[in-house]
């Protein structure tokens, strides 16, 4: 099937751009994200599934103690220009540059239009990938980038004005589990994944930090950099003398008892010459991933709901403070101090399955102590 972006020479394989290079059913192609200041968070995605016909996206706002999110889910349309689905939009207007993200869903809770605007160049976070036997589970890339917002969101009783409001932006393609699971033998061994993400904004710089670990500790993928701040005429690709990638990283996550959610953290970043940036996380808000469809027990990625399915749902924070599989995943807005400078960003936290260095065990045991 022919769209007009074969109209441009970008082709990667024989196929239409409309055609998966793969028939995995679980290739997506997603954006995602984020901003918050020390009394709010919002979010936003949307994927495509071309291997499954869906697109679906999410907006979710927290605020006052309480997490609204807004759903929507259909038929991925044929031109991959047209990335809306129901009340969300996302619109491209200068690519890696400048992204308008709109959710006019008022009636549901929430009605927003915010724009992002980045301030670092995009940044490559190395391939992730990950098999169990011969099935592969994960083949991704992400790209992210740093940035601010504009704009206004409306919740029931607020609106809420965004003015230089700190975020962040990510972009990954790919195959990962999402959908209804293809049929296959039963695994052997019982799931486990440990996933930290730390996009950190400060004033003169901005920081990253990434790893997956096996239960031992072991770290399969890990990325650490410090970016420049760019410019409105400074180029957003191919200009990785911006970026400072670092010799390595470590990380030390304070665990809150009786949950998989931190109450504060420590990474340290070493450079080259071995000398350290030593970051002290402090959580003031924290988002369930939920809220954007990941583990969600009704809007999970990439599942028929028909040709257009809306939804939305409301909690208070407090509601969502236990071990559920589908709230152990989060993000946590962090004030970080490195030194004498202060900065502002999240913390993201997955540990499903044991992890000896953090003590936890089990599939979804709380911390123990």
Not at 13 to 33: I, K, M, V
Not at 103 to 119: K, Q
Not at 123 to 141: F, H, I, K, N, Y
Not at 241 to 248: C, K, V
Request: a negative charge; hydrophobic letters at 35%.
């Amino acid at each position: 099937m022919l769209t007009p972006f074969d109209d441009y020479p970008v082709h990667q394989t024989p196929l239409p751009l409309a055609h998966a290079a793969t028939g995995d059913p679980n290739h997506y192609d997603r954006f995602w994200f984020n901003g918050y200041t020390e009394d709010y968070y919002f979010a936003a995605g949307m994927a495509v599934y071309p291997n499954r016909g869906i697109i679906d996206g999410a907006f979710s706002v927290v605020h006052d103690g309480v997490q609204r999110s807004v759903f929507a889910s259909g038929r991925i349309p044929a031109d991959r220009t047209q990335t809306r689905i129901g009340p969300l939009t996302i619109e491209i207007v200068e690519p890696l540059r400048v992204t308008r993200v709109r959710a006019d869903a008022a009636d549901l809770g929430i009605d927003a239009d915010v724009t992002f605007r980045s301030r670092t160049v995009a940044l490559e976070e190395p391939r992730q990938t990950l098999t169990a036997g011969t099935r592969t589970v994960m083949d991704s890339t992400r790209m992210t980038q740093w940035g601010t917002w504009s704009g206004r969101i409306g919740v029931p009783g607020r609106d809420i004005a965004l003015d230089q409001v700190y975020g962040t932006k990510d972009r990954s393609w790919g195959v990962r589990p999402v959908g209804a699971p293809t049929p296959s033998a039963p695994d052997l061994s019982l799931p486990q994944i440990f996933f930290l993400w730390a996009p950190i904004n400060w004033t003169d710089r901005c920081t990253h930090f990434l790893c997956f670990e096996r239960a031992n500790g072991d770290r399969w993928v890990g990325s650490q950099a410090a970016l420049d701040i760019i410019g409105d005429g400074d180029p957003v690709w191919n200009a990785d003398e911006r970026i400072h990638h670092l010799f390595g990283a470590t990380h030390t996550v304070r665990w809150a008892p009786g949950l998989r959610r931190s109450q504060g953290a420590t990474l340290r970043l070493f450079d080259y010459d071995h000398r350290d940036q030593r970051i002290e996380l402090e959580p003031l808000l924290t988002f369930r991933m939920r809220g954007l469809g990941y583990t969600h027990p009704e809007w999970g990625h990439g599942h028929w709901h028909g040709e257009l399915a809306v939804g939305s749902e409301e909690h208070k924070v407090e509601e969502l403070d236990n071990v559920e599989p589908w709230n152990i995943h989060i993000q946590q807005v962090m004030r970080a101090r490195c030194g004498d400078d202060v900065g502002l960003g999240v913390l993201e936290q997955l540990a499903f399955g044991p992890h000896d260095p953090s003590g936890l065990t089990g599939l979804l045991d709380g911390y123990a102590g």
